[in-house]
């Protein structure tokens, strides 16, 4: 690797450390390192600090402090949530979720199916939207919680999470979503979606990985997945973690000042981009472009482009970027979550998510507008994927 700084437009999968969250989080290292369980003092005088972040995590989804549950990750969250349902309900065997979730979900309801569960995975339009009547047909008395995310972490797609809660009220389904990837880049509200759980994950909004929280609506009937001392009062088990729950109390009040400071910088820089590659090169469809959808994403899809082949030549351009494809024993497989829409596999397999974040600026755009029509032509010229030999100019040496 060069030293060359990079550019960054893969948010989605993970962010940055903000400077401001490294420096909440210095002195729990250095100074105030004791347990908030202890008797003496040096242990308590942490738990302040705990109380704070837990306040200032709860404003930025509009929840209650005590309705917050850390927990070591937004795959936990998930996990817990579902788990929890199904033990305060032992005699509803039947989880409702949807075919394009997080793998927190996908794998937890497989292995469900496996222990004698039955699990229903909501399959989507070629639009990448959820069909409310057939979510409402899938929701049974032996129904134990449904479990639909608020923002799809590949094409961006916002499903209506406030209107699937009321469905599920109606049936007396319990509701959960996995907000991870909507948190900090949009209002996050839970009195206004209506759910009784949420989950949200730090790494995703420039705190550090490993530290998530699930929200659980007051009076929701809960039980812990992780069993120990009586941490976050008796829901989680584990000695709390204190300098990643202070760099996520810091962190959610960074995004909740960014969403009311500076709404619309990362859209504006979005559809730059988006807008300005489908102007460059022909052959570029927008996955999901026709749903409500994140304002920091775009999955675009490039016709007779492999997106490995590209990711590789736009790292080496110091471009980072991903696919949803996950490349297992040699053998490409397309993003669930493209299959689910429909997608042909060839126009899956071709499929790209830029996904931005507040730290891209407009040069960095540019240059990705100068350069990534390039590549796209260049993997065209030599890709046996490319329209026909007719249209092919000579390939590279
Ligand atoms: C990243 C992500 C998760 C998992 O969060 P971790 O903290 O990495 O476990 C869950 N759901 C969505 C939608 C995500 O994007």
Redesign the pocket.
């Known amino acids: 690797m060069s030293d060359r700084p990079i550019i960054y437009f893969d948010h989605?999968?993970?962010t940055r450390v903000a400077p401001e969250v490294l420096a909440a989080m210095q002195p729990f290292f250095e100074r105030l390192w004791g347990n908030p369980s202890s008797a003496y003092g040096f242990g308590r005088a942490v738990t302040s600090h705990l109380d704070e972040a837990r306040e200032k995590v709860a404003a930025l989804i509009h929840a209650e402090p005590r309705e917050i549950v850390f927990t070591?990750?937004?795959?936990?969250?998930?996990n817990t949530a579902i788990a929890s349902a199904l033990r305060v309900a032992p005699e509803k065997r039947h989880v409702v979720t949807t075919a394009v979730?997080?793998?927190?979900?996908l794998a937890f309801g497989r292995d469900l199916e496996r222990r004698g569960h039955e699990v229903t995975f909501l399959p989507v339009q070629p639009d990448g939207s959820l069909d409310l009547g057939r979510l409402q047909q899938a929701l049974r008395p032996d129904t134990a919680l449904c479990s639909v995310?608020?923002?799809?972490?590949e094409t961006g797609v916002l499903f209506p999470v406030a209107e699937i809660a009321a469905l599920c009220r109606s049936h007396g389904v319990p509701f959960h979503t996995?907000?991870?990837?909507a948190a900090g880049k949009l209002k996050v509200d839970v009195g206004e979606i209506g759910c009784d759980m949420l989950?949200l994950?730090?790494?995703?909004l420039h705190a550090p990985?490993?530290?998530?929280l699930l929200y659980v609506r007051r009076r929701c009937r809960f039980h812990p997945y992780i069993l120990g001392g009586h941490q976050e009062r008796g829901r989680r088990g584990g000695t709390e973690n204190v300098p990643y729950i202070v760099g996520f109390g810091r962190a959610a009040e960074l995004a909740q000042a960014r969403l009311r400071d500076r709404p619309g910088q990362v859209r504006a820089l979005r559809d730059r981009l988006e807008n300005g590659l489908q102007q460059a090169v022909p052959g570029v469809h927008r996955n999901g472009g026709t749903q409500p959808r994140l304002p920091n994403t775009a999955n675009l899809a490039f016709d007779g482009v492999e997106a490995e082949a590209m990711l590789l030549l736009l790292d080496r351009l110091g471009l980072c970027a991903s696919s949803g494809s996950a490349c297992t024993t040699g053998a490409l497989e397309p993003s669930h979550v493209l299959s689910a829409m429909g997608l042909e596999p060839m126009r899956a397999r071709g499929s790209i998510r830029f996904s931005l974040g507040p730290d891209n600026t407009d040069a960095e755009v540019d240059y990705a507008l100068q350069h990534i029509p390039e590549v796209v032509r260049n993997l065209r010229a030599i890709s046996p994927l490319a329209p026909g030999p007719a249209e092919r100019p000579a390939a590279d040496p």
């Open positions: 989605n999968a993970t070591s990750c937004g795959t936990e969250s998930n979730e997080h793998s927190a979900n995310m608020l923002a799809n972490n996995d907000a991870v990837q989950s994950s730090a790494h995703k990985k490993g530290i998530g």
